[in-house]
């Protein structure tokens, strides 16, 4: 080697070590920004991946959820659909605007993570949701979900990395993958709305009216039948509450405990609807025709009024009622107000239902929402919040029983007055003492209840008519549970105070075979009205009678995702608490369902 090839290798290095010097930290991020692309094509790419995202979420998932499970609400389609629209779009418009602000490959990463939380989100909701639990107040053991969580998150992330690795090696294959994956979800979803809206079995509910709470403690001074039917409370349940609570039996002298006690459905509904009119729910004709003909073929309620008494019920409307020109003329309480939503509140609600959806599992805790807080979205025409809007509520039923307490009115024949009480039924949000709870339980909730009803019977005394009322303690339904078939007996709570009873006895008990049936015909009977048409009451029943008893029950399917699959009808010979007298004599597919709504088949 020469003196100048030697001298020309340091030279050669030193170019090198030029060439590998590291970019600075604005050379970098000039480059993150770099576009060459005109502004147009990357605001076709923002607008279809930001709308994909926000018509999935808030316009397609809200609609969907509506449409099928329409009987749950009490307010209406069209308060819906244009605040939910807008919520949509703006959210489009939001993500579009921050798309286009950004350029290079920060624009493509903002728009593949949009991109991605969509696709993930819409399988989630098509193929990996489960069971979501049934949002009527259960609670979710989400501490046992662990394992299915870890799983549902990594299948998550590998769905979502796809469109990462897809950017990294071809961006123009990437650019039309995200343009037409999301403008295939847009397509897809609205013709699935279509189909939706064309076939949904809607309910009125833009005029459905309410019940109003503004004389609820007020009673006649004669005559009063008061019912108080506290949910889900089985003939156990309050047993156990009697055991833990010993004041509460000790306060029911009068009272006859009947231990053989039949219901009539499985859930609320249709059992509330046919306890109040005896008319069946074979479930093979919409709901909503249901409803309609439960309250005009009914007699019970128009029996009363056309007696000459009043009719007060505080219920759940979309369980129990659906539109209240099913009851004019029936039920007095009835509001007048122009009732609207609040539309806050409604939105707040029902992006929480749709994201409790398309979330991972993981989230879903974040977004678990009771659907019975649904009604207190309704507002009457002044704008104060549900201030004249039955709602179940035991805590505030409790609260303002003890604030204002029983009041008279100054005439009349005489009052039906039907209370339907949380009890048994979750969430468990009030204590023993009735007041408000978050730890509680069925028997604290039960027990708070019952001791409500002691502080109303005090009041009755306090009025002096509580010789002249009777009181009647019961339930819709046992326990229940998404199952195919029953497990064990579903008996239910029944106490029984009659007018003029003797209350210096204390609680006794009876054995008489009973349903919703007989309990109907007592309420009539305790009016004096004939009422041959609605069979033996209460009192008629002797205990050694020979009665055949029925009871319907929706069976799921055999994944526990629909709850009213089947219709099950069981026949019942002797004790209602021994399971072994319970047989099945029919079973038959639900054509209509009510808590699956948007699988009508």
């Given at each position: 080697m020469n003196q100048d090839e030697f001298n020309s290798v340091p030279a050669e290095t030193e170019n090198k070590k030029t060439k590998k010097k590291k970019a600075t930290f604005g050379e970098l991020l000039r480059d993150l920004f770099k576009d060459k692309r005109p502004?147009?094509?990357?605001?076709?790419?923002?607008?279809?991946?930001?709308?994909?995202?926000?018509?999935?979420?808030?316009?397609?998932?809200?609609?969907?959820?509506?449409?099928?499970?329409?009987?749950?609400?009490?307010?209406?389609?069209?308060?819906?659909?244009?605040?939910?629209?807008?919520l949509g779009l703006s959210v489009t418009l939001i993500l579009t605007g921050v798309l286009m602000l950004l350029r290079g490959k920060i624009f493509n990463y903002f728009t593949t993570v949009i991109f991605s939380i969509t696709v993930c989100s819409y399988i989630q909701c098509n193929f990996l949701n489960h069971s979501l639990g049934a949002l009527d107040g259960t609670a979710i053991a989400w501490e046992t979900m662990s394992g299915s969580m870890f799983l549902n998150l990594f299948i998550w992330a590998l769905i979502f990395l796809v469109p990462f690795i897809v950017l990294y090696f071809n961006k123009k294959f990437w650019r039309r993958m995200v343009c037409f994956v999301s403008a295939l979800l847009i397509l897809m979803q609205s013709a699935g709305l279509v189909k939706l809206y064309v076939e949904g079995d809607f309910f009125d509910v833009s005029s459905n009216g309410y019940l109003s709470n503004s004389t609820i403690y007020e009673v006649s001074p004669k005559n009063n039948v008061v019912v108080f039917l506290i949910d889900r409370c089985g003939f156990n349940t309050m047993e156990k509450v009697f055991k833990e609570y010993p004041d509460i039996p000790r306060g029911l002298d009068g009272f006859t405990d009947y231990d053989n006690v039949l219901g009539s459905y499985s859930r609320t509904f249709p059992s509330v609807c046919y306890f109040l009119t005896g008319v069946k729910c074979d479930y093979d004709i919409p709901i909503g025709e249901y409803f309609k003909k439960a309250w005009d073929e009914g007699t019970l309620l128009p029996d009363i009024k056309n007696a000459g008494f009043d009719t007060k019920v505080y219920t759940e409307v979309n369980y129990v009622i659906k539109n209240t020109d099913n009851v004019v003329g029936k039920i007095d309480n009835v509001g007048q107000k122009i009732k609207k939503a609040d539309v806050r509140s409604m939105l707040d609600s029902m992006v929480d239902l749709s994201l409790y959806r398309y979330m991972p599992t993981a989230l879903k805790p974040f977004f678990w929402c009771y659907t019975g807080d649904l009604e207190r979205i309704s507002t009457t025409g002044d704008g104060t919040f549900t201030s004249d809007i039955y709602a179940t509520n035991d805590p505030n039923f409790c609260q303002n029983l003890r604030e204002d307490g029983v009041t008279q009115k100054l005439e009349g024949e005489g009052s039906f007055i039907f209370y339907h009480m949380r009890g048994a039924h979750e969430p468990y949000q009030m204590d023993a003492d009735g007041n408000k709870s978050q730890t509680s339980d069925e028997f604290q909730q039960t027990a708070g209840d019952m001791r409500a009803i002691l502080f109303y019977i005090e009041e009755l005394k306090r009025l002096g008519i509580y010789d002249d009322t009777t009181i009647i303690i019961?339930?819709?339904?046992?326990?229940?549970?998404?199952?195919?078939?029953?497990?064990?007996?579903?008996?239910?709570?029944?106490?029984?105070?009659?007018?003029?009873?003797?209350?210096?006895?204390?609680?006794?008990?009876?054995?008489?075979?009973?349903?919703?049936?007989?309990?109907?015909?007592?309420?009539?009977?305790?009016?004096?009205?004939?009422?041959?048409?609605?069979?033996?009451?209460?009192?008629?029943?002797?205990?050694?009678?020979?009665?055949?008893?029925?009871?319907?029950?929706?069976?799921c399917d055999k994944l526990h995702l629909h709850r009213d699959t089947n219709l099950i009808t069981y026949e019942i010979k002797g004790d209602v608490k021994d399971f072994d007298n319970w047989t099945i004599i029919d079973e038959k597919e639900i054509e209509y369902p009510f808590y699956d709504a948007g699988n009508k088949r």
């Amino acid at each position: 080697m020469n003196q100048d090839e030697f001298n020309s290798v340091p030279a050669e290095t030193e170019n090198k070590k030029t060439k590998k010097k590291k970019a600075t930290f604005g050379e970098l991020l000039r480059d993150l920004f770099k576009d060459k692309r005109p502004w147009y094509k990357r605001l076709i790419t923002a607008v279809l991946a930001a709308f994909a995202f926000s018509y999935t979420l808030y316009i397609f998932g809200i609609y969907e959820i509506y449409i099928t499970n329409a009987s749950f609400y009490t307010f209406s389609f069209d308060d819906l659909k244009i605040p939910a629209l807008l919520l949509g779009l703006s959210v489009t418009l939001i993500l579009t605007g921050v798309l286009m602000l950004l350029r290079g490959k920060i624009f493509n990463y903002f728009t593949t993570v949009i991109f991605s939380i969509t696709v993930c989100s819409y399988i989630q909701c098509n193929f990996l949701n489960h069971s979501l639990g049934a949002l009527d107040g259960t609670a979710i053991a989400w501490e046992t979900m662990s394992g299915s969580m870890f799983l549902n998150l990594f299948i998550w992330a590998l769905i979502f990395l796809v469109p990462f690795i897809v950017l990294y090696f071809n961006k123009k294959f990437w650019r039309r993958m995200v343009c037409f994956v999301s403008a295939l979800l847009i397509l897809m979803q609205s013709a699935g709305l279509v189909k939706l809206y064309v076939e949904g079995d809607f309910f009125d509910v833009s005029s459905n009216g309410y019940l109003s709470n503004s004389t609820i403690y007020e009673v006649s001074p004669k005559n009063n039948v008061v019912v108080f039917l506290i949910d889900r409370c089985g003939f156990n349940t309050m047993e156990k509450v009697f055991k833990e609570y010993p004041d509460i039996p000790r306060g029911l002298d009068g009272f006859t405990d009947y231990d053989n006690v039949l219901g009539s459905y499985s859930r609320t509904f249709p059992s509330v609807c046919y306890f109040l009119t005896g008319v069946k729910c074979d479930y093979d004709i919409p709901i909503g025709e249901y409803f309609k003909k439960a309250w005009d073929e009914g007699t019970l309620l128009p029996d009363i009024k056309n007696a000459g008494f009043d009719t007060k019920v505080y219920t759940e409307v979309n369980y129990v009622i659906k539109n209240t020109d099913n009851v004019v003329g029936k039920i007095d309480n009835v509001g007048q107000k122009i009732k609207k939503a609040d539309v806050r509140s409604m939105l707040d609600s029902m992006v929480d239902l749709s994201l409790y959806r398309y979330m991972p599992t993981a989230l879903k805790p974040f977004f678990w929402c009771y659907t019975g807080d649904l009604e207190r979205i309704s507002t009457t025409g002044d704008g104060t919040f549900t201030s004249d809007i039955y709602a179940t509520n035991d805590p505030n039923f409790c609260q303002n029983l003890r604030e204002d307490g029983v009041t008279q009115k100054l005439e009349g024949e005489g009052s039906f007055i039907f209370y339907h009480m949380r009890g048994a039924h979750e969430p468990y949000q009030m204590d023993a003492d009735g007041n408000k709870s978050q730890t509680s339980d069925e028997f604290q909730q039960t027990a708070g209840d019952m001791r409500a009803i002691l502080f109303y019977i005090e009041e009755l005394k306090r009025l002096g008519i509580y010789d002249d009322t009777t009181i009647i303690i019961t339930a819709d339904h046992g326990v229940t549970g998404t199952v195919e078939k029953l497990g064990d007996m579903r008996s239910i709570t029944l106490l029984v105070k009659p007018k003029g009873a003797d209350t210096t006895k204390h609680l006794k008990y009876n054995s008489a075979p009973l349903t919703h049936d007989n309990i109907r015909a007592y309420i009539a009977k305790s009016f004096g009205i004939d009422y041959s048409a609605y069979g033996p009451a209460i009192d008629d029943v002797e205990e050694d009678a020979d009665v055949t008893r029925h009871f319907y029950m929706s069976g799921c399917d055999k994944l526990h995702l629909h709850r009213d699959t089947n219709l099950i009808t069981y026949e019942i010979k002797g004790d209602v608490k021994d399971f072994d007298n319970w047989t099945i004599i029919d079973e038959k597919e639900i054509e209509y369902p009510f808590y699956d709504a948007g699988n009508k088949r």
